[in-house]
């Protein structure tokens, strides 16, 4: 019996307070669309050690998520309840040391084993790469009965080097699906929940930069006196460098076949410059995070993303949907034992795709009010072997349309008026700096050529 499990990143599953009864009551995790815009208060319920672990996340603020990827399970025939070919989502409280969490993962898949499993598919994104090959790679699992039967892991977005963000969310730098800066410093130095420091780069990583320093030299976080002047905590740090010590040792399994599926073309944190004097507390207020134009998915580096030799995909897609897209479906059928073929893909109305089409990109779910929106639009195309093709013209507009939790529009949609002609490309960056009120909205393209699924944002509240 086929198994294809799908494991997901950090903040990836549900969290549920417990009632009186012990069982599943209000939901604490993700935020409420009016949470993400106008912030999320309840740092301390996060925190409470009690929390229920429910399912991941299928969708989120009108946002696709993980159902993405289970559509295309479903596609493929992998069902949820029954068959020969079952598709599995491993949720786990995303908050704890990912090696627990490891354990866990292990336990899931002997249970599997015991419900005849006989090929497995890890389907792991961001955060679950690492959990899936602390898994495999640690030793602890080789000679369970299982572990022959991994045929394949398909990581999409994982940081197997680290996320200079991580950094960037431990100092405060950096807020999220509602969260303050402060807010994520104070729930990363939470000793209970390491799993924040286990997603900081790994040690040799040069991703602190020393502004003070004539020749901006790099500072090692996991040094114990430049930690401690960083204002990290060493207990955490120490858990980061034990996910590493693991997967720095290489002992990737024989059977198991690695892909490696990366997000690219969006600014993404590269890394952090500080102001620092060797015994002195640096001032994260003074710390500034770079963001190198097309350097990954907006979150994760294309070089953590892909560290090492193998093979590899590269689509032009924001962290929390690397899986989205004909470029990715293509492969992904293939990978899974499908054959995509040259599927015809149809717009909103129903109307078949004769050429190449703009898919749109956003290189965040949720900007903080003022903020910029980069848009990166590529051109796909079915009828080609890759998805992808190339245009010498693109005129129209970007609408972008407030809507309501039901996605009914508010008010009329801004117009940015998109116009290009010279050589032929195949992607285009457009930054959007209007100014948008705090709220839900949906992005897509009117012109030539059209652009399908609208891109679902929200605006945070500064």
Known sequence: MQFAVVIPGIM??????????????????????????????????????DLLVGEPIDNVLCYNFYNLIDSQLEDLGFRADAG??????????????????????????GELHAQGATDIALLAHSM????????????????????????????????????????????????AMGISGADFAKLASNRDYP????????????????????????????????????????????????????????????????????????????RINVRHQAGVPVDHSRSIVTRTQAAGDGTVPLYSALPVAGQRQIVVN????????????????????????????????????????????????????????????????????????????????LHIQEVDEQQVPKGDPVAVPVSYSGPALSVLTIVVTERLAPGLYNMRFDGNPPSGTPAAFSVRKA
């Open 12 to 49: 990836g599953t549900r969290l549920y307070l417990r009632d009186s009864q012990g069982k599943r009551g209000d939901q604490v995790w993700p935020p409420t669309p009016f949470e993400a815009t106008f912030g999320y208060n309840r740092l301390t319920e996060l925190q409470r050690p």
């Open 84 to 109: 020969p070919s079952r598709r599995i989502s491993f949720g786990y409280d995303w908050r704890i040391d990912i090696l627990t969490t490891a354990d866990a993962l292990a336990q899931k898949l």
């Open 128 to 175: 679950g790469g690492l959990i899936a090959r602390l898994m495999l790679e640690g030793g602890k699992f080789d000679a369970e009965p299982w572990f022959g039967n991994v045929r394949l892991l398909a990581m999409m977005g994982t940081p197997h080097m680290g996320a200079p963000l991580a950094l960037a969310r431990i100092f405060g730098r950096d807020s």
């Open 195 to 270: 799993s924040g420091y286990q997603l900081i780069p790994a040690p040799g990583e040069t991703a602190i930069w020393n502004l003070d320093s004539t020749d901006v030299a790099p500072l090692d976080p996991y040094d114990p006196a430049v930690a401690a002047d960083l204002g990290m905590d060493s207990q955490l740090v120490a858990r980061a460098k034990a996910v590493h010590d693991v997967l720095g040792q290489g002992n990737r399994p024989d059977g198991a076949r690695y892909i490696y599926f990366a997000g690219a073309g969006h600014r993404t944190a590269t």
């Open 318 to 397: 924001e962290h929390a949907t690397v899986f989205k897209g004909l470029p990715f479906r293509k492969v992904f059928f293939r990978l899974m034992g499908g054959d995509a073929g040259e599927p015809i893909e149809e717009l909103p109305d129903g109307e078949p795709i004769a050429g190449p089409r703009l898919h749109l990109s956003l290189d965040a779910p949720v900007y903080d009010e003022g903020g910029t929106i980069e848009v990166v639009c590529s051109v796909t195309d079915p009828r080609t072997d890759s998805g992808l093709s190339t245009v010498t013209r693109i005129d129209g507009a």
